[in-house]
């Protein structure tokens, strides 16, 4: 690799990348796609950092600190913090897109470009079909099925996977040295590099999955439909709550669909037979699914928590 990309895995992706770079095959317009934190908005950056810096990625010119500090005035972010982007917003980008550069290479970068609905999507779209000048738009996404499909396929498409396990566990080793939350962590992270780093920064992220997989565990173990039901009014007003729910539930049922032959007294084992079990994991994949879908989500939430009942 010839730049210090500074991430986990993705290797062929970034093979690829530093290819076009070299061979100056830079389109106007890339689409990053994957699941929630595996890396790519911060490949996203990096990528944007190479192509602005005049010395081939030095990490040291005014260039180089002026992105790292989101400052760079040919370089617009639109980071993610869990806000729409209003078609005011795609207007006043627009305006700014357009702005004489000065000969310089103007960058976009937005960060879930689905956080567009489809109004301002259709307004951005003006800007992605005609872009002024030398201006890149580099967007990712989590949820490419909300994207308008005219919007992909003005971009060349990189698709990023969830990293193996093995390959997350020596960075984390590497970095924090031995330390007893890793196997969980990783169980927990499933997959995404940028959630087991903030699992290891942020020990009460730590403590919060641990609380609801006990949750989950002692609501599979008993009918109590008027408790499940007050979650699932908490889930249905806090969207990050639901996710973290989701994950650590689709971690309980595959950790019991493993140990259910192996261990003699498993509690769950006298309540569900396998075949249910696995009807379980089932549900709660469609359920989530539903829901990413913007199905009403109370109801979809409360159809799954009746199948727990016995
Ligand atoms: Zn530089």
Same mark, same amino acid.
């Given at each position: 690799?010839?730049?210090?990309?500074?991430?986990?895995?993705?290797?062929?992706?970034?093979?690829?990348?530093?290819?076009? !770079?070299?061979?100056?095959?830079?389109?106007?317009?890339?689409?990053?796609?994957?699941?929630?934190?595996?890396?790519?908005?911060?490949?996203?950056?990096?990528?944007?950092?190479?192509?602005?810096?005049?010395?081939?990625?030095?990490?040291n010119c005014d260039d180089c600190k002026l992105i790292q500090s989101g400052a760079h005035p040919?370089?617009?972010?639109?980071?993610?913090?869990?806000?729409?982007?209003?078609?005011?917003?795609?207007?006043?980008?627009?305006?700014?897109?357009?702005?004489?550069?000065?000969?310089?290479?103007?960058?976009?970068?937005?960060?879930?470009?689905?956080?567009?609905?489809?109004?301002?999507?259709?307004?951005?779209?003006?800007?992605?079909?005609?872009?002024?000048?030398?201006?890149?738009? !580099?967007?990712?996404?989590?949820?490419?099925?909300?994207?308008?499909?005219?919007?992909?396929?003005?971009?060349?498409?990189?698709?990023?996977?969830?990293?193996?396990?093995?390959?997350?566990?020596?960075?984390?080793?590497?970095?924090?040295?031995?330390?007893?939350?890793?196997?969980?962590?990783?169980?927990?992270?499933?997959?995404?590099?940028?959630?087991?780093?903030?699992?290891?920064?942020?020990?009460?992220?730590?403590?919060?999955?641990?609380?609801?997989?006990?949750?989950?565990?002692?609501?599979?173990?008993?009918?109590?439909?008027?408790?499940?039901?007050?979650?699932?009014?908490?889930?249905?007003?806090?969207?990050?709550?639901?996710?973290?729910?989701?994950?650590?539930?689709?971690?309980?049922?595959?950790?019991?669909?493993?140990?259910?032959?192996?261990?003699?007294?498993?509690?769950?084992?006298?309540?569900?037979?396998?075949?249910?079990?696995?009807?379980?994991?089932?549900?709660?994949?469609?359920?989530?699914?539903? !829901?990413?879908?913007?199905?009403?989500?109370?109801?979809?939430?409360?159809?799954?928590?009746?199948?727990?009942?016995?």
């Open positions: 690799m010839k730049y210090k990309w500074d991430t986990i895995g993705h290797q062929k992706q970034l093979v690829q990348l530093e290819k076009e !770079i070299q061979d100056k095959n830079i389109v106007h317009a890339y689409l990053f796609s994957g699941p929630k934190d595996v890396g790519k908005f911060r490949i996203a950056r990096m990528f944007a950092n190479i192509l602005q810096c005049p010395n081939d990625f030095c990490h040919d370089t617009i972010v639109m980071a993610d913090k869990g806000e729409t982007i209003k078609i005011d917003q795609v207007r006043e980008l627009i305006h700014k897109t357009n702005l004489t550069s000065q000969g310089k290479r103007r960058i976009i970068l937005i960060e879930n470009i689905e956080r567009m609905p489809i109004e301002a999507q259709n307004s951005f779209l003006k800007i992605l079909e005609e872009p002024p000048g030398d201006t890149v738009f !580099i967007l990712t996404s989590t949820q490419v099925n909300q994207v308008l499909p005219t919007t992909k396929s003005r971009t060349r498409r990189y698709f990023f996977h969830n990293i193996e396990d093995s390959v997350i566990k020596q960075y984390l080793e590497e970095k924090y040295g031995s330390n007893s939350d890793i196997e969980e962590i990783i169980q927990i992270a499933q997959g995404r590099p940028g959630f087991a780093i903030n699992l290891m920064n942020k020990p009460v992220l730590l403590t919060e999955q641990r609380n609801v997989y006990n949750q989950i565990d002692f609501f599979l173990k008993k009918n109590d439909i008027a408790r499940k039901f007050m979650l699932v009014d908490e889930l249905d007003k806090d969207s990050k709550q639901m996710e973290v729910f989701f994950d650590a539930f689709s971690r309980y049922l595959r950790k019991q669909l493993y140990v259910y032959l192996s261990e003699k007294d498993n509690s769950l084992k006298s309540r569900y037979s396998l075949k249910e079990i696995v009807e379980l994991f089932e549900s709660l994949e469609k359920t989530r699914y539903l !829901i990413d879908r913007n199905t009403n989500k109370k109801l979809a939430l409360e159809n799954f928590f009746l199948q727990t009942e016995k």
